[in-house]
């Protein structure tokens, strides 16, 4: 079953454009400087760039709780949750994987789409928006500004 809304990250924010939502994130290691490259070169890239643009989707009930029986990543880095995203088969991800979203304390990350702070705020209002459903995929696309 498909969710009754879609996320879109852009770079700068992971957005539920239909509920008006927007949370600071970001992708990727930071580029000399500090700032983040999201050109199509430094998506190929494993392990440093950002998660490739393209079509993705997750499902909630696949988020990973960090609490200290089941997920024992350093919160620090991966926050109090962390959700898989999935490409869709057409989706150019350069022989990369293994992309979340997720918490944590600093910007950046090896990939994945990181809220830093704002990730409890983000699943607590996914929980809300999807009222009970039960399993659903929720679309995600990753398109970043020429």
């Avoid at 009754?4 to 852009?10: E, G, Y």
């Amino acid at each position: 079953m498909r969710a009754p809304f879609s996320l879109h990250f852009d770079g700068q924010a992971l957005t539920i454009p239909q509920r008006g939502l927007r949370y600071q994130a970001v992708s990727g290691r930071p580029a000399a400087g500090g700032h983040f490259d999201y050109s199509a070169a430094r998506q190929r890239l494993v392990n440093v760039g950002p998660i490739p643009a393209g079509q993705y989707w997750i499902d909630l009930s696949q988020m990973w709780d960090n609490a200290w029986y089941r997920f024992t990543a350093p919160r620090a880095a991966w926050g109090n949750h962390r959700i898989t995203i999935r490409p869709y088969p057409d989706t150019p991800t350069y022989g990369r994987g293994g992309f979340f979203i997720h918490g944590g304390d600093t910007p950046g990350s090896a990939g994945c789409i990181g809220l830093t702070h704002n990730m409890d705020t983000f699943v607590r209002d996914i929980k809300r928006l999807l009222n009970g459903l039960p399993r659903c995929y929720i679309p995600l696309t990753v398109e970043y500004p020429q």
